[in-house]
């Protein structure tokens, strides 16, 4: 397949408009959905996105830019941190509420 | 790889991206985002970068899924589907807008940049002086190792988080079992773990050392270390330990205080996170190691969440 | 000797105001009543002895002010020492039952020390100060028996005072102004002549003095606040404090300067007062206030006589010894005359004829009598009064005697029986023999003229409206003709209900406008509140943040690219 | 001491500030004895300034408190004029309060801020700067906001909260007022007025219609005094402070400040900005008197009074004539002494008999005459009547008025008076003339040494007031020193 | 060494060593509060040229660490409340009765916001922004969990969009310039798409880390629910990084790039800030709540600044103002919300309207409070005072009197509903007579000294303006630049 994309759109660039489609795509995710969860795997595709870019961009014809690359390892780490966070405040809020509806809550006032 | 590769890959990024995110059932959604996360993977790779890709599949596809799931099976225990719920129309068609218009903006930024490796010329001639080959752990662990060691106690921090949720009494105490419900499931998975741990000690032993030249590193080393945990966690192998003990607090901490510490030694050198000449390659692995180990177990911990009242732990001697 | 002389004004106001602060002392204040006479006697003696025209200055005080002793101002300094002094000697008797003898010293000698310091101040702050005293310390002394009558009396007086004492504020400010801002009496009264002076000067000091003086129609207080007083105060207030606004216009106006428009209207008004309030005493039932009006009469005859002066500019030399003279003779016979309503009930039988000998001859004295001091000093005023002033101070005789045959008949019965008190009955009668007196002795002095120059054949002839007088009088007990009865105060209670009618109807008006003004701003409903509350669930979204941030991105492009 | 002498003044006022914070209720009596003293060793400190700044020395302390603005204690004739009557009269009022409050709850908190009130006080006084002059207006407010909330009463809280929202506007307005003109003619400097030439008019007009307006938050002007009556809510000897020294004279000090040290008469009178300004204090002085006439209770009455009154010194800093100046500040301090001695009087009638309502004063007189005296000296002083002080104040307002050609002021002030004997005389008529009711207890007035206390500074202040007036004339008279402030510069 | 790193290096060690030692962990602030608080001091008095680049890799690839003015005040603050709070914490357990993970978790995180706080106001990496960003996020999402776990749920996600939109906006400053650094940005930044669309992205989403109007819904929720110590951390240092980071991208990196239009972007939506905020806080009747919108409103001032600092020609006076309006706030927000929490406490409630009687059983609480109150309106005298003093010269130097007008009617509205809760302490207790308007002391003086150490702070401010204005100017942006001149990437 010898297409005239590539003269148009490099590597770099397509997964970079790519990255850019995932951003858009998890936004509009976040905005829409309502579940937490949800909401937090939409933040997740955000990232992707947001990596694509970085690594789309910083490739050059002969190589990676390792910076880029270095950036978005340690923003994968965080974005996984911050994951695990979510999900244990999501499944916490739903157990305290779960406690709450018949017993006493101990941990929050009833969410709005 | 041809463009066409590329751009199919990139298509399915998409299209499993738009699944994951707007399919009604959460476990599809899950699956989805891991197979996302996956050929995510393989556009890293597309891009030449062999590390990220390592670490995109197994943190960001791995990790991220088990924990997702995890937190959907806790969910559902609670009567809670996670099912995506639609939005009034008005909003969807409104945020339709905005995210088109930036994506187009976005897009529109992104292609006025010229793709290229700029800092690559600059990284390169610093290598020799590192001893390693690996540029991406040179960047990760030497030009830029003030990033990375500030993001190890973010990881950290993230655990303490996590287990600041603890509810009242269970501190301190054990995560919840996140062990399967049936128990022939659970025979294999325990009998699968037995196998896995000390493989993927090994392996990612393995993948901390090939780090320094070849792709891999501390993250990736740690995620695997973390995979093979909670299998093992998971089949009751090895129990979850309790929050307070003294051995997984060291562990936990260990190796950001290591890096923290060779950090403030170079001082001594000429400057925080200073490595004397000839010794960079020797810090930098004692780093990885470290911090391999470190990351591992907190990532498992983060994974299994919070100490819950009532988790029982059969096997009193902790961690493996 | 000059130098320690002069000392003696300031000893004037100072040593009654030492004995009315002695007065405030526990246990002293009862019987500082018996020292009330000591109080005027320095000022008998500055009267006597101070040098004239030779100002003390009194550095410090108020505006650096100062006392001075005129010609004129020795008369009437004169006069009042004397008139105090008796009434002094008089109240020591007739208050030594009274329940609130130190309230009655202590007012007494502030007033009296007031109605010195007017006479003797040689700047118009001090002055002021001085007739601020003289006036509003008298309302006490008005009060003194705190019977509601009293104090219905008080309270008018105390409201025309307060008015006199702004109208004469801002009368000397704008006169002080006109001056350059120089208080000297003498540069004021010159200042008034001028004409940048601003012109409602003159016409409020007037006023504010003539509020005092008890100038028609002006004059309502007088004639309720005398009578109300003990009768030693009603003798002094009659006597001397209603000379302290004569003084004022005397001191002050602008003599040889003509002054047409004040000078007429001053003319009129006291004229009018002459005689109106002569034929008003008639109908009065008590015989204080038949003296009450009396003295509104006579004052008016002053003021008349003054406004004729001020309208044709006549020099002040030819008009005020007159009026200072004048003013001497009226003091003292209408002290004697309160005096004696306050004797009349102590006089029994045959005192009582020897009270009424007196009071007659004191009556025919003020009426103007031939022979009798009244005459003289009537006819030393008439030459400023000009032609027709005189033809009037010659008519008013007639009404005049007609007020005084009121006063002896209705004068209070006594029982029988009871003779005067000698410290009653001397004051009295040293009154009298001093109103009878000393315009004699001082006429020559004052005037010029040997009191017995004029031609005493006209003086009889221009006694035809005394004539008159006996005959309507005789011919009204004849006929037991009885004048009609007139409520103290004249247009004072029709005035009074009016004012309190407008008074209310001003009240509710006010009430009802500000309840009106409270009512058109009705408390915001807090309906904004639900919205605001709607708008932060907003904010509070994870979607609308996601969308806030797409548009503040949007916005900071757009703005930079603008 | 020269240049820590105005230092002196600010701190000696902390350290009775801490004291009192400090020291438990129970050792009272030492807060007492260090309030007392330190009021006195003030008035010590003033006394030896006088005859300093008399001779001619002025006391000046700066530091920059922000680049390009310094931080200016000056102790001009004019300040001094302020600092002297404050620190009198803070004397008195502290023996008063003492007095007043004997045993009572929050009394270090109250004494604390007491302090503090004075120290903004004298700062406000001594202000070198129109920054500084803003720091110490607004610790004022700050400092007598919790004497206005003292009792914690529904009352007080209402009328500290509408005090604070009328003084803080008034503030940031004329903050914005000095900035602006601050942006243009840079730091203002009392001793040396800025130079105004260049600036438009209308720019002028409208910073000094912020500054005044501002200012006249505090000195009550109509419409911005609606918080004076409120604030009665106060304990009395806050009242007293307030209507007499503190906050409305802060403000009125202000104005003349305004006028006379930063736009400098020339300018004001150019800008045409002194006659609406003399209109304006003329509506508050007679809107005062007619709503103090319509108050049935008594500190309100006096309350609307000091509305009416303290328009007075407005009035004489904008009519721009000598004598009027010299009326407007020796107003300042004759109003400062009278109407302190009516509000302590009214205190200690309160506090003796529970006299509040104006009807409840009959026969007042009777019990407590020396305080009723002193009262009544107080109100005649207000109406202006000789030879009591405030009859000085009156004349020369008087006679500035019409030097400014402004005869109309001089039918205001008459007005005035007379309105003014129209609302204090009926109150003396009850209290000397009626009987006074029959359930009321009879009261030994003089009995104990906290009674005498309480009337001492009031009978101290009323025979103040009287020598005011009787010796106006004298060089340390307050007329002697404004006479003396008003030819050290502010004639024309 | 240098305290550069020690900033950073010290609370990590520390959060270490309170992980090791468990439940005895919190005794640790005895030792760190005054050691960073002396760190903080040595920092403030370094030369003006002070910087360092980590690991001595050159700059575009490096990290370069400086003590320009903003951070030396905002370091310098932080280690004040945080010590304070810590301290604080240690007589006024932070936790929720019974919840022994949060009474042992607290000081983790704590000392991860430290290290991240102080990283962040050292640094000039924008990437390594972000990591310090996430670390104080992180800490104040934990901290206002121990609350509410629906209202951190909520900061936690927002929190995270605004992360990711800054995270994109530096992916897109990467690719475009390769290299992150704000002082070399500065000298490189164009005004194309790209630069503006990452600017553009970068502030919103540090908008919402700083809670700016319309993006401070997540905060009032968050604070009202945490318990004091945690609100006084959340409204004090979190908030203010992210304003840091704005300051250096809008002054400093892209400050060729930004026009005055972009900038009353910022200073309008601080001015709806103030507003806004101050119209929420009247409303209120719980105490929290009032003092969360109240860091609404504050947060306003900090951008309402930008077009001031901007509009000039000597931006001294309005580049102090906004700076050391941060510092204020950061003092006597934090006082305000120990004070709060201990009223809280003694009245067991948290309605304004149940704080009666507060004035007599805690005066020196209330006297925190109240102090706090003086400097948070911009009363004298009071750090408070002279920031807004130097902004409203600013604005009216510039005729800005739209934004003068909003300096000056926001004191005026935080008088409003801040004394409404001020004087509420002065009522009688409620349903008391007057006469047994009195509560026992409820807390010993112990527990107030923290606050009314923090309030005293923020009024001595006051008193030493000339001196913080100077330390403000410290390597500001627009001041000639003393020393670091690095060399752009070859």
Known sequence: MDLPLPVLLSTGHLYAVTGAALVGLGLYAFITLRHPLRQLLAVNVVGAGIFLILGGLGRGPDATDPFPQALVITGIVVAVALTAFGAAMIVRQAQTRAAAKPAADDNENPAP | MTFAFDLILCLMILGTAAIALFVRDALAAIAFFIAFGNLMGLAWLGLDAVNVALAEIAIGAGVTGVLLILARARLLALGDAATSTGSPLLLRLGALAACAGFVVLLAAAVLSIPPESGLDRVVAPLMPGLGIENRVTGVLLAFRAYDTLLESFVLLGALVAVWSLAPAGAWPGRPADPGMADAPMRRVAGTFGQLLLPVALVMAAYLVWAGSDLPGGAFQAGTVLAGGLLVAGMGGTIGLPSSDQPLLRAALVLGPVVFLAIGLAGVAAGGLLVYPAGLAKALIVTIEYTLFLSIGVTLALLVAGPPMPGASDPDPEGKG | MTADLTLLLPLTVLWPMLLAGLALLPGWGPRMVMFLPLGPLPALAAALFAPRDTPVALPGVLLDGGLELTATGAIFLGGAAVLWFWAGVYAADYLRRDSRPAAFALFWNLVLAGNLGVVIAADIVSFYVFFAQVSLLAYPLVIHDRKPASMRAGTVYLVLAVLGEVAILVGLMLASHGAGGAIGIEAVRAALALPSTHPAALGLLIAGFGIKAGLMPLHVWLPVAHPAAPVPASAVLSGAIVKAGIFGMVALLPLGTPAAVAGNLLTILGFSGLFLAALLAVGQAGAKSVLAYSTVSQMGLVMGVLGVALAAGSAPATVLPAVALFALHHGLAKGALFLGVGLAPLCGRGWRWGLMAVLAVLGLSLVGMPLLAGALVKSAMKDPAGALGATLIGLSALTTALAMARYLAVLPTAKPRRRPPLLMALPFLALAGAALWLPWLLYADVTGKSPLAADLASKLAEAWPLGLAVLLIAGAVAVGLKPPTLPEGDALGPVQRRAAALTAAARAALRAGSRSLHRSRPKPQIVIGEDLDRIEDIFREGAAAAILVLAITGAVVAASLI | ?492 | MSPLDLLMAAPLGFMAAALMLGPSGRWLILLAAPLMAGLALWLALLPPDAAYLVGQWDLPLGILLRADGVARLMILATALVIGAVGLHALAEPPEKPGHAAQAETFWPLVYLMWAGANAGFLTTDLFNLYVTLEMVSLAAVALAAMGSLAAALRYFMIALLGSLAYLLGVALTVARYDTVDVILLAQVAEADLATLLALGLMTAGLLIKAALFPMHGWLPPAHAAAPAPASALLSAIAVKLGFVILVRLWFEAFAAVTGPAALHVLGGLGAAAVIYGSIQAMRQDRLKPLVAYSTVAQVGYLFLAFPLVAGTVEPSGAWAGMTLHGVAHMLAKAAMFLAAGLMLKAVAGDRIADLGGLAQAMPLTVTAFGLAVVSLMGLPPSGGFTAKFLLLSAAIEQGAFLYAGVLVIGGLLAAVYLFRALSACFAPLAGAGPDTASRGPVTGGVQAVAPLALAGLAIVMGFAGTALVDVSAIEAPWATPTVIQPEAAP
């Open chain 4, 1 to 492: 001491m020269m240049t820590f002498a105005p230092l002196l003044l600010v701190f000696l006022p902390l350290v009775a500030a801490g004291v009192s914070f400090a020291l438990p209720e129970r050792l009272s009596a030492w807060r007492n004895a260090a309030n007392l003293g330190v009021a006195f060793t003030k008035l010590l400190v003033v006394a030896y300034l006088l005859n300093a700044t008399e001779a001619g020395l002025v006391f000046e302390w700066r530091y920059e408190f922000l680049p390009g603005h310094d931080f200016v204690l000056r102790l001009d004739r004019l300040a001094l004029l302020f600092v002297t009557l404050s620190v009198f009269l803070w004397l008195l009022t502290t023996i008063y309060a003492i007095a007043y409050f004997d045993r009572g709850p929050n009394l270090p908190r109250f004494f604390g801020f007491f302090n503090l009130c004075v120290l903004a006080a004298t700062g406000v006084a001594m202000s070198g700067t129109a920054i500084t002059f803003f720091l110490f207006y607004e610790l004022l407010t700050l400092a007598t906001w919790p004497l206005v909330a003292h009792k914690g009463d529904d009352k007080s809280l209402r009328a500290g909260r509408i005090y604070l929202s009328y003084t803080l506007a008034g503030s940031v307005a004329f903050l914005a007022g000095i900035l602006w003109l601050q942006s243009l003619v840079g730091a203002i400097e009392f001793a040396a007025p800025p130079d105004l030439t260049g600036i438009p008019a209308l720019t002028l007009t409208l910073i000094f219609i912020l500054c005044i307006g501002g200012l006249g938050v505090k000195a009550a002007i109509f419409p911005l005094h609606g918080w004076l009556p409120e604030a009665m809510a106060a304990p009395a000897p806050v009242s007293a402070l307030l209507h007499a020294v503190a906050v409305v004279k802060a403000g009125a000090f202000a104005i003349v400040r305004m006028i006379y040290d930063v736009y400098g008469i020339g300018t004001v009178a150019e800008l045409g900005l002194g006659v609406p300004l003399a209109a304006l204090a003329s509506v508050t002085i007679l809107y005062g008197s007619v709503r103090a006439l319509m108050q049935s209770d008594l500190k309100k009455r006096l309350a609307y009074s000091t509305v009416s009154q303290v328009s007075y010194i407005i009035l004489g800093a904008s009519l721009i004539g000598p004598y009027a100046v010299i009326g407007g500040l020796v107003h300042l301090v004759h109003q400062g002494i009278m109407k302190i001695t009516l509000f302590m009087c009214a205190g200690a009638l309160a506090n003796r008999m529970g006299i509040k309502a104006i009807a409840d004063l009959d026969g007042a007189g009777r019990l407590m005459p020396v305080t009723m005296a002193a009262f009544s000296v107080g109100a005649l002083g207000m109406i202006g009547l000789p030879p009591v002080a405030g009859f000085i104040s009156k004349w020369y307002l008087g006679i500035g008025a019409l030097q400014s050609d402004a005869a109309w002021v001089v039918a205001v002030l008459a007005g005035s008076s007379l309105l003014n004997a129209a609302y204090f005389l009926p109150l003396l008529y009850r209290a000397w003339l009626l009987p006074p009711p029959p359930d009321r207890p009879a009261i030994r007035e003089l009995a104990t040494t906290r009674d005498r206390m309480l009337i001492l500074p009031a009978a101290v202040t009323a025979l103040v007031a009287l020598g005011a007036g009787i010796f106006a004339s004298l060089p340390f008279s307050p007329l002697g020193w404004a006479t003396l402030i008003a030819e050290g510069g502010y004639l024309r």
